[in-house]
């Protein structure tokens, strides 16, 4: 078989693979309807853990959740499943705040390293940063190493 039809067939094989995966639903991004779905799904995973508030993302995306005994809950949306944590101050390499509304996070943890997270106001943003950097007041802006 010559190389331009072996190449050809790769080519047209694995964009086969990739249509059917996308009209199949598999590149369907989930979301969090409200704070009650990021209390159900965190639930789902860990139902001895009682949470006192909610935080969810802008874009619904991710939801913080305070715990009742200090530490942090994440439910997060990562393709078609949900990713859930348990996060303590010693899980955290940094949190800090890009602008008002937006929190930058780095986990320790290297199956999930964290990301940004835009919140529609600043309270939210500032809530969540206290909760990861073991503060109980919401200040803004906070680096934990």
Not at 17 to 30: C, F, I, N, Q, T
Not at 76 to 104: C, N, Y
Request: hydrophobic residues 50%; negative net charge; without cysteine.
């Amino acid at each position: 078989m010559s190389l331009p039809i072996l190449v050809a067939m790769v080519v047209v094989g694995i964009s086969a693979v990739v249509a059917a995966v996308h009209l199949s639903g598999g590149s369907a991004k989930v979301q969090l309807a409200g704070t009650d779905h990021a209390l159900q799904r965190f639930a789902t995973d860990f139902p001895d853990v009682a949470s006192r508030a909610v935080l969810l993302t802008e874009d619904g995306g991710t939801a913080f959740l305070q715990l009742d005994n200090g530490s942090v809950g994440i439910v997060r949306g990562i393709g078609d499943k949900f990713l859930t944590r348990i996060v303590t101050g010693a899980d955290v390499a940094a949190v800090t705040v890009r602008d008002e509304r937006t929190v930058a996070l780095s986990l320790l943890d290297f199956t999930w390293k964290g990301g940004d997270f835009r919140f529609t106001d600043a309270e939210a943003a500032g809530a969540v940063v206290a909760a990861l950097s073991g503060r109980s007041g919401a200040s803004g802006e906070g680096d934990k190493a």
